[in-house]
């Protein structure tokens, strides 16, 4: 594997994270209320899912990591576009998946091969969307699947825990490393968390790298809530609409919900249990604008912007948020129809705001 050594102004930021991470706390506090940084979370309300990666290029949402790097290739990343277009969409901030359960990253990591540096496109797409998000103002946030299907594809052998954890550990930390150089990370969404048994998953050790980073960061686990009588993430899913104040947090530490493609209940419980204690937890819709998270040649199926005001106005109410999946093509570009129906959808919001 080739060398990838950090640079100055990243080993400045380590340095300093590590300096104040003593002063940071790594657990949330019991509580019927948010937190301010959930409230800043609240706060944004609005978002854009950013799906872009190896699987634009095969017609698949999930590839096996054996698809050669070099099947990614751009003509551009135009993260400038997607990140201008959240903006002039009424968006507060965007969540980019840096990382799908296929484990091709979308920045140069030195702990893998199996990224942007050995592809069709170098371009570090990290790093050119949290310079997109600092320019225009928009606030970031980071996907990354926990099952990793290229460097962690034998997911019943528990013997190799140990090292997949520590690589996922130092990739979650060398992407805040890259993004803090550029704007604060506000939410990191972890996904895939069914694949392995929960207690597998390093969850303590991802939440305290984070808040000792990035301590405005949320995270949070897909499909957050359990049963009572089997929190684990091999039991059937806990739809929203059968979720209940005091249910179990499957994954724990974590700051707020989320089930794709599911709405919130109405009313929505808040309040969640671990270790006898209640968390208030809010709740993140991820919906699809069109029928595929990532592009595909033969997605043409498209939600009308007043069906997406409907779920807009559902999903956004109770202190929850929404995030759109809008998914750049083979070009590197939003598509111009995706950016049309949310220019819409914009219209529909303010006009029902001035109601």
């Known amino acids: 594997m080739r060398p990838k050594p950090l640079s100055i102004a990243a080993l400045f930021v380590l340095f300093a994270q590590a300096c104040l991470a003593q002063d940071i706390t790594r657990e949330p506090k019991p509580s019927s209320k948010p937190s301010k940084y959930q409230q800043a979370q609240i706060a944004r309300k609005y978002g854009m899912f950013i799906h872009f990666g190896i699987n634009t290029f095969h017609d698949e949402e999930w590839t096996d990591g054996s698809k050669p790097a070099e099947t990614y290739r751009p003509d551009t990343v135009d993260a ?190 808040k309040l969640f249990e671990h270790n006898r204690k209640l968390y208030y937890m809010p709740w993140e819709t991820t919906i699809c604008l069109s029928q595929k998270w990532f592009y595909n040649t033969k997605d043409t199926v498209y939600k009308t912007p007043e069906e997406l005001f409907d779920i807009y106005k559902k999903a956004t109410a109770q202190d929850n948020i929404l995030i759109l999946d809008l998914p750049p093509d083979r070009s590197g570009r939003l598509r111009e129809k995706d950016r049309q129906i949310v220019f819409s959808l914009q219209k529909l919001i303010e006009a029902d705001q001035k109601k």
Request: net charge negative.
């Open 80 to 269: 400038d576009q997607w990140i201008r277009t959240a903006l002039e969409a009424g968006m507060k901030y965007v969540i980019l998946v840096t990382k799908h359960v296929d484990g091709f990253c979308m920045w140069n990591s030195q702990y893998t091969d199996y990224d942007i540096a050995n592809s069709g496109n170098q371009t570090n797409v990290v790093e050119a969307v949290a310079r997109a998000c600092k320019k225009y103002g928009i606030a970031l946030g980071l996907y990354y699947s926990m099952w990793d299907r290229h460097q962690n594809g034998h997911t019943l052998d528990t013997t190799l825990d140990r090292d997949y954890n520590k690589y996922m550990v130092n990739q979650i930390r060398e992407l805040i490393t890259i993004t803090n150089q550029y704007t604060p990370v506000v939410e990191l969404w972890l996904d895939a968390g069914w694949e392995k048994q929960r207690s597998r998953w390093p969850i303590a050790e991802i939440y305290e790298t984070v808040k000792g980073m990035a301590p405005q960061c949320q995270v949070g686990v897909n499909w957050s809530i359990g049963r009572p009588d089997n929190p684990d993430p091999d039991s059937a899913f806990l739809l929203p609409t059968l979720q209940k104040q005091g249910y179990p947090i499957r994954y724990f530490p974590s700051d707020f919900r989320m089930g794709d493609p599911y709405m919130p209940a109405n009313p929505d419980p």
